[in-house]
Nanobody, 128 residues
Framework: QVQLVESGGGLVQAGGSLRLSCVASGRTCSSSTMAWFRHAPGKDREFVATIIWSGAKTHYADSVKGRLTISRDNAKNTVHLQMTSLKPDDTAVYFC?????????????????????WGQGTQVTVSS
């Protein structure tokens, strides 16, 4: 089993920055594709970014390209989401997810159903 715990959310003004972290425990996630999703009230859960096991390749939703950056530190079983130039539309609960695959080389998994393990989420609120 895998447990994912997110942290780093909070309240920030538009234009500000936050850094989310996700620590994995249990079965190692160092070989797994990891991702961040978000869920805003009244909307479906939305793909944000994904990163392959080595960190060498990433893929982003168009709405966050150039503002959010996903990274990982396999030695610490941690995935980060650096968020800059935040907008009120970024307000949501952000979830870390692990696909549970092994050494996939293509960051192509964008659907929530592609991921087997989920954290509890961390709230990000961006005020205008």
């Amino acid at each position: 089993q895998v447990q994912l715990v997110e942290s780093g959310g909070g309240l920030v003004q538009a234009g500000g920055s936050l850094r989310l972290s996700c620590v994995a425990s249990g079965r190692t996630c160092s070989s797994s594709t990891m991702a961040w999703f978000r869920h805003a009230p009244g909307k479906d859960r939305e793909f944000v970014a994904t990163i392959i096991w080595s960190g060498a390749k990433t893929h982003y939703a168009d709405s966050v390209k150039g503002r959010l950056t996903i990274s990982r530190d396999n030695a610490k079983n941690t995935v980060h989401l650096q968020m800059t130039s935040l907008k009120p539309d970024d307000t949501a609960v952000y979830f870390c997810a692990a696909r549970g695959d092994f050494y996939s080389s293509t960051p192509r998994f964008r659907a929530p159903t592609d991921y087997s393990y989920w954290g509890q989420g961390t709230q990000v609120t961006v005020s205008s």
